[in-house]
């Protein structure tokens, strides 16, 4: 089946029209891709502000869903993934500075912090658009651009690479997780040996995962988060090793703790 999505939930309830162009470019672009949520569920609804499903900013008699969940391939999540990420980049009024896109329980952008683990959305895409203050979200969350039905700029071919140009370095994530491995285990390549982890297990990706973003920020890089620890994104983390810690670095291309230390610093 197509992707569909909802304009109008009834009661004055819509889809942030921002989002309603989206979902219409994603539609001709990526039909392949699969609807999973617009408007909370009851889960959702408990957990009032702090959900972007529920539709509490209020504007001109409407109020706003401001999310979308998206599943489908894992193709089509990483390339909306890093289309998102591209928008943010640039300031996009859409999606700066409170807007966000977070899976497998790495949330990333959202008012330039970076990457940080957040659980919650596992295996789909969740696209949230911004608001007038993240930090303390209100019916009076509204701004001008959730209003906007310019287009996105999402064409081409459904299966195009997951890569988009490089966008603007951001700042460092704003909480990173400890470092996961027991001695002697670092992070490399998924042909590696046992002591390599690469993403073989589910558990690893998102730590994979957001190193591959960080060497994004940092320039070193343009590879697609998709915790899976590659040849490309060995050759990017040796490229980043060798340009800033190239003294420090016995094993170029693999990420130790104090690689970690030093790539989130």
């Known amino acids: 089946m197509p992707y569909s999505f909802t304009t109008d939930f009834g009661g004055g309830v819509i889809l942030a ?10 539609k001709a672009r990526y039909p392949g891709a699969v609807n999973l949520g617009e408007i ?11 959900s972007d499903h ?8 409407k109020r ?3 999310a979308v969940d998206i599943g489908g391939p894992d193709t089509i999540q990483l390339a909306l993934f890093n289309f998102f990420q591209h928008h943010y980049a640039a300031h996009d009024a859409r999606v700066w500075p409170y807007g966000y896109v977070h899976r497998n329980n790495v949330i990333t952008t959202w008012f330039g912090t970076g990457t940080h683990f957040d659980p ?10 911004t608001q007038a203050n993240g930090h303390r979200p209100s019916p009076a969350g509204w701004v001008p651009a959730l209003d906007s039905r310019s287009g996105w700029g999402l064409s081409g071919a459904e299966h195009a690479p997951a890569v988009v140009p490089h966008p603007t370095p951001i700042p460092g994530p704003a909480h990173v997780p400890a470092w996961p491995l027991k001695a002697g285990n670092y992070f490399g390549l998924l042909t590696g040996p046992a002591v390599s982890h690469g993403g073989f297990y589910a558990s690893e990706r998102p730590y ?10 940092l320039g070193y890089g343009r590879i697609a988060a998709d915790g899976k ?4 994104t060995r050759d990017a983390v040796a490229k980043w ?6 003294k420090q670095t016995s094993r170029p291309g693999e990420v130790w703790s104090d690689d970690w230390k030093r790539l989130f610093a």
């Open 54 to 61: 529920n539709p509490f900013v209020e504007h001109a008699g």
């Open 64 to 66: 706003y869903v401001r």
């Open 40 to 50: 909370g569920d009851a889960a959702h609804r408990a957990e009032g502000y702090g």
């Open 241 to 246: 090793q060798h340009a800033k810690w190239a």
């Open 208 to 217: 994979i995962s957001l190193i591959q973003q960080r060497i994004n920020a």
């Open 17 to 26: 029209p921002c989002l309603q162009a989206l979902c219409a470019e994603i």
């Open 229 to 232: 620890f590659g040849p490309r």
């Open 120 to 129: 919650g959305d596992v295996g789909h895409l969740h696209i949230s658009v």
